[in-house]
Structure formats: C-alpha cells, structure tokens
C-alpha cells in the first residue's frame, strides 16, 4: 500500500488506511479462492489433529500401562497427522516444510525399523506435551 501523501511517511497512522484498494484483490474468483483455501486449510487441520490424537493414545496407553504397542501402525498415523496439520498451519514456508519431512521421515523410520521402543515412546509423548504448550500459549494472530 502506498501512502495518500507522498511526503508523509508509511508508517503514520493518519495514511495508515487512506491507500486506493489492490483491484486484484477484490474480484469473486479471488474471494471464493480464498474461502476454498480456508476451507481446506481448516478440515487439513482436523484431519491432522485427530490422526495425531488416535495415534498419541496409543502411545499414552502403552506408556501408563507398561504394556507393548501393536506394531509400528499407530506412529505412521501419528506423523502422518504431523504432516498434515503442518500443511495447514504453519504459516513460515521453510519451518513448514522441514516439519513436514522431518514427521514422514520419522514415519518411515519407524517403518523401516520395525518396533517402538520404551525410549521412543517417552520421546514422541513429551514432545507431544511441549507441543501442546508451546501453542496454548501461544498468542493468535489474524491476517
């Protein structure tokens, strides 16, 4: 946005919002662009949440009662969710994309190796908690 007077500088409040509109910005595509992106946005972050839930419970209850996971299965599931709800929330492209392919590496990793171990689970829980946190705390910032 460019300011209405040219000798005023950009950050004065007074010419804050006095800037003629993008005229790209307004067209119907370009809303209902926008609300398709949100809307995906919003149900990618569904998706994620819930798949990183369902596979986190099993872990939380292999944890509380000593016993074994059931394979590796519940893991992919969780990263998998990881990936997803990245996708969708992660504003910063590069922090996006290294969470992205750090969570289908650890995915596959797990795959690969085959077991989850006691450590493994205790990592990917505390982890989870921090996560958790880290956001509640975090303060919201709209566009």
Do not use: C
């Not at 590496?105 to 690969?112: D, E, N, Q, S, W």
């Amino acid at each position: 946005m460019t300011p209405a007077d040219p000798n005023k500088p950009p950050h004065d409040p007074a010419t804050r919002f006095t800037a003629s509109p993008d005229p790209s910005r307004s067209s119907p595509e370009h809303d209902s662009e926008e609300a398709d992106d949100r809307h995906l946005s919003t149900a990618e972050m569904m998706v994620g949440s819930a798949m990183m839930f369902i596979g986190f419970i099993d872990v939380l209850i292999s944890i509380s009662s000593g016993s074994e996971m059931a394979g590796v299965f519940p893991m992919l599931i969780y990263f998998a969710g990881m990936a997803i709800w990245a996708h969708a929330s992660i504003r910063n492209l590069s922090v996006r994309y290294t969470v992205m392919t750090a969570a289908i590496a650890l995915g596959l990793a797990f795959f690969h190796y085959g077991e989850v171990l006691f450590w493994h689970k205790q990592v990917i829980f505390w982890a989870t908690v921090a996560l958790v946190v880290f956001f509640m705390f975090k303060p919201s910032t709209t566009e």
